[in-house]
Structure formats: C-alpha cells, structure tokens
C-alpha cells in the first residue's frame, strides 16, 4: 500500500451509511480508510459525496480500493502493492491512473497536520535535536550526520505514511529506519547529501559573483527583482485556475468561472450552487502583467533612488490584494468585518507608499566629504655646507 493510492481522496468529504443504518459525517477519506483497517467499515458499506446525491458502496470508489485491498489480503496471498519488487509495484500504482492535484495535497497536508500536532511536531522537533546534538561533535558527529542521514528520514517519513494509510504509530516509529533497510537508506542519504551539496555550491556560485559584481548592493538586488517577482506571481495565480479555489463572489458576467460542487465546501451557503463565480486568480493575474510594464517603465523613465522600484511593486500588488479581498468568498479569519488579509495589505500598502516619499522625495542624503586631517610632512635635520665650498 502506497501514499499514491490516497492522493486522489484529498480533500473530499463523505456521508456514510452505519451497521446501524444511521447517516453519519461528513467524514474525510482519511477516516473512512481507517474505519476499513479497523474492520468498522467494509465494500459493502454505502457512502455519498457531499456534493452528490448518489449513495454508491465502497467498493465502487477507487478512493477506499486500496485500505479494502489490505483489509481483504490479510488473511489471505499479499496484495500486488506489498510486493517488494520495485517493477511489480510500480505497475501497479501506474496502472491505476491516479489524477495528481497539488492543491488538495496541501489542503489535506494542512488538515493533517491539525488532526495531529503533538505527533508531527515532535517527530520534526526531536529529528531536529538529533541532527544538532551529531553537529556539535567535531569531525565524527559530521560523518554520522552523513551516514545516519536517510536512516532517520527515513523513519520521520514513514511516521506520516503510516498516519496517512490510517495506521497506529507514534515517536518510536523516527528510528525504523535503523532496523529496516538501514544499508540502502544509508545509500540514499549519502548520495542525496551529496548531490544537495553539489547543488549548493554551483548555487552560491552566481551569488558570489553577483554580490561582488554590484558591491553588495541589497537595495539594488532589490529592485532588480521586483518585476520578475510580480511576474512570477501572476503566472502561480493559475495554480488556483486547475484547482478551482480562491475563487470570487457568484457573477453572471461571460468570462465566469464554473466550480465543481466538490470544490464548493466550506464556503457560505448562500454563494453554493451558482452557475459562475468572479475569476479572482484572471484579473490578478491580468494586474500583475500590467504592473511588470509599468514596474519596467517607470525604472527606465525616471531616476529611481534603490530600492524605491520595490516599494512600487509592494504598493502595486497591495492595490489589487485590498480588492480581491473584497470579492473572496474562501474561508477566512475576519477582523473588523473584512478578511484578516485585507488589512495585512492595507498596511503594507501605507507603509510602501509613505516609505517611497520619504525615500525618494523627501529624504537628502548629506553632500558633506568629510574635512580631511592634514598630515605634518616630517622634517629631517638641515644640512650644513661650509662657506668655502660654494661656488
């Protein structure tokens, strides 16, 4: 059993049908998966997505085949995905043509990590602890720093691979990797180290040569940045497109955005069931590509005193962030009536703006040289020439 079978479970609530015959949930996946390990729950037990009005059983959802493949394989010849063939294994999970969405494996990570705070922070934390207790030995904690290294993430993985297959599991579960496959993690972890290492130095590389090339110049590496950072955050705004979130209030203009009822969860009821609803990630994204020219105009145009190009840009993208806010509809903390991030980007929009005057405008750096020390050229004693020998 693989993480990859549940990756299309994220993020999706069910209804459930008891032994009882009694309506329960919504539940998540994660916790009718467990209810199947635990035997509460079998194939033939009726579920309904919220969103849909069809009760189908489990069995009929690619969602629960892998925790009934297990359920039904313990007594019995082991499931394909126990195999320890790598090649049979990765048949299989590729056989099974499982859709991958980055924003539901976020959202389900986040709802994990809720369910689970003591488990997950004190893995982390006392991973963390070993990693700088082996640091702190001088040259051997270095060398088990390298050789430990995929031994003990490879534990910290499995304690959130076995929570995520619904399986018990605690603190205990960091130092598995001592006891099984120690010698390939330890492979892995060396190599992996090395290739990080690799990777940092031909980084730091263009860094060096960039910091000595403009005289380590923050403010100037600054401004430098600010249009390809408002770029890039346009074209991540499609990420929210193909996972339908961050969506705006309901609308009936033509360029509307469809959500598929699943995606509708946890917003108010009154904005459910619409046919279109404001695309918030277009017009950002539409803003964002108008403020790299104007960004690139203005830089080009006029004096600019660094970094006053990204105070522009802070006070650019915080325009927009104040009224896409407005138009949200996402769950959200509210503060005074209106999201918690609106008034973050009204701050830092009177911030920018009152930073960008003082700095360009207002501000004058003193002209003053400082007055030289002078210097008493040393005198040496005088040489006396007797009379007869002038000529």
């Known amino acids: 059993m693989t993480a990859l079978s549940f990756v299309s479970t994220l993020g999706r609530m069910f209804k459930i049908i008891g032994?009882?015959?009694?309506?329960?949930?919504?539940?998540?996946?994660?916790?009718?998966?467990?209810?199947?390990?635990?035997?509460?729950?079998?194939?033939?037990?009726?579920?309904?997505?919220?969103?849909?009005?069809?009760?189908?059983?489990?069995?009929?959802?690619?969602?629960?085949?892998?925790?009934?493949?297990?359920?039904?394989?313990?007594?019995?010849?082991?499931?394909?995905?126990?195999?320890?063939?790598?090649?049979?294994?990765?048949?299989?999970?590729?056989?099974?043509?499982?859709?991958?969405?980055?924003?539901?494996?976020?959202?389900?990570?986040?709802?994990?990590?809720?369910?689970?705070?003591?488990?997950?922070?004190?893995?982390?934390?006392?991973?963390?602890?070993?990693?700088?207790?082996?640091?702190?030995?001088?040259?051997?904690?270095?060398?088990?720093?390298?050789?430990?290294?995929?031994?003990?993430?490879?534990?910290?993985?499995?304690?959130?691979?076995?929570?995520?297959?619904?399986?018990?599991?605690?603190?205990?579960?960091?130092?598995?990797?001592?006891?099984?496959?120690?010698?390939?993690?330890?492979?892995?972890?060396?190599?992996?180290?090395?290739?990080?290492?690799?990777?940092?130095?031909?980084c730091a590389i263009p860094g060096i040569y960039l910091a000595v090339a403009w005289r380590f110049s923050v403010p100037l590496m600054m401004d430098a940045v600010a249009p390809g950072l408002l770029l890039a955050q346009g074209i991540g705004r499609w990420g929210n497109y193909w996972n339908q979130e961050l969506y705006g209030r309901p609308t009936t203009l033509p360029w509307g955005l469809k959500i598929d009822p699943a995606h509708q969860n946890g917003i108010l009821a009154r904005y459910q069931g619409h046919a279109a609803y404001q695309p918030t990630f277009l017009y950002e994204f539409i803003w964002d590509l108008i403020g790299v020219g104007v960004l690139l105009w203005v830089d080009r145009r006029f004096t600019i005193k660094r970094p006053a190009l990204f105070a522009l840009y802070v006070v650019w993208y915080t325009t927009f962030r104040m009224f896409e806010e407005v138009l949200r509809i996402d769950p959200s903390n509210y503060f005074l009536h209106m999201r918690v991030n609106f008034w973050v980007s009204l701050v830092a929009w009177i911030l920018s703006v009152g930073f960008f005057v003082w700095w360009q405008f207002l501000r004058h750096p003193s002209t003053k040289t400082p007055a030289e020390k002078t210097r008493p050229v040393p005198t040496g004693p005088r040489m006396s020439v007797p009379k007869g020998r002038v000529r």
């Open 19 to 202: 032994a009882d015959q009694k309506e329960y949930g919504p539940v998540s996946a994660d916790q009718i998966n467990a209810w199947i390990l635990e035997g509460r729950a079998n194939g033939q037990s009726l579920v309904q997505a919220l969103g849909s009005s069809e009760w189908k059983p489990l069995s009929g959802l690619t969602e629960f085949a892998t925790a009934l493949g297990l359920k039904s394989s313990a007594g019995g010849p082991p499931s394909v995905l126990e195999t320890k063939d790598p090649t049979t294994l990765a048949n299989a999970v590729l056989s099974r043509n499982i859709p991958l969405d980055i924003g539901q494996c976020l959202s389900r990570g986040w709802r994990s990590l809720l369910e689970n705070p003591g488990l997950f922070f004190g893995a982390a934390g006392l991973l963390v602890v070993m990693r700088l207790a082996l640091g702190m030995i001088p040259f051997v904690g270095g060398i088990a720093n390298w050789i430990l290294y995929g031994a003990l993430y490879g534990g910290f993985y499995l304690v959130f691979l076995k929570r995520l297959r619904g399986h018990p599991t605690g603190l205990g579960e960091l130092f598995a990797g001592f006891s099984q496959n120690f010698s390939q993690l330890m492979l892995v972890g060396i190599v992996s180290q090395l290739l990080i290492s690799i990777g940092m130095v031909f």
